[in-house]
Each structure stands twice: as structure tokens, then as C-alpha cells.
């Protein structure tokens, strides 16, 4: 169904370089709340 991940602006942009930037978005609050969970588990 999208075959090169040809979606919006992210047509002109390689796939793989379309996935990093959304990964990098998503990782910050991820890894905060990770720290967060082990601090819990740790005290």
C-alpha cells in the first residue's frame, strides 16, 4: 500500500531517512519516561 513511504512531504525524502526523524521524535519522551520507571524500581 505505500511502498516508498511516498506520504506528503516525505515523498522527496528516503525511507529510511523518513523513519530516523520519526524515531527521533518519539525517542526523548520515551527514554524520559523509561529513566523515570527505573528510578522507581531502584529506590
Known amino acids: 500500500k505505500y511502498p516508498d513511504l511516498g506520504i506528503g512531504t516525505s515523498k522527496r525524502n528516503q525511507p529510511d531517512e523518513f523513519m530516523r526523524r520519526g524515531l527521533g521524535l518519539a525517542l526523548d519522551?520515551?527514554?524520559?519516561?523509561?529513566i523515570r520507571q527505573f528510578d522507581k524500581l531502584n529506590k
Do not use: D, G, N, S
Request: aromatic residues 0%.
Open 29 to 34: 519522551p520515551i527514554t524520559e519516561l523509561l
